[in-house]
């Protein structure tokens, strides 16, 4: 199934959704004893600079893995085209005019928001908010 491409439909339906784990973003050199099957990364990107890992911050702190900041993840709930145009750019800019720094991941089906815990509740209204101002 072919995901949305129109972004009056995507922003529409987006049913922002806000997961209660929390999760950190890190980096590990090449050379870490750290092996990726230990940290049980939600999602992961090699850099020059080494491997950006976003794992659980239970999982961080057990294994002593220095981060900073800590996130909640929104889950934007519509299947949206990884060629789809302007949905990052309406979320990013509605957070950001709240202040709201937007560290966005977006997957094959879903795209994937993460917040700062302490702004998470005001994030999620924001976005539900984009989503109410559509109709």
Do not use: W
Not at 18 to 31: I, K
């Amino acid at each position: 199934m072919a995901g949305e491409t129109d972004l009056g439909k995507l922003i529409s339906t987006m049913q922002p959704v806000l997961g209660e784990p929390e999760y950190v973003f890190a980096s590990l050199d090449r050379d870490s004893p750290i092996t990726v099957t230990a940290l049980a990364p939600l999602g992961m990107f090699y850099e020059k600079e080494g491997l950006t890992v976003i794992v659980l911050k239970s999982i961080a702190d057990i294994l002593g893995i220095t981060y900073q900041g800590v996130y909640q993840c929104i889950t934007l709930k519509v299947h949206s085209s990884l060629e789809a145009v302007g949905l990052t750019a309406a979320v990013s800019c509605a957070l950001a005019n709240e202040g709201i720094s937007a560290n966005v991941v977006a997957a094959y089906y879903h795209d994937h928001i993460f917040v700062p815990v302490a702004k998470a509740n005001q994030a999620l209204s924001c976005l539900l908010k984009l989503v109410t101002d559509s109709h």
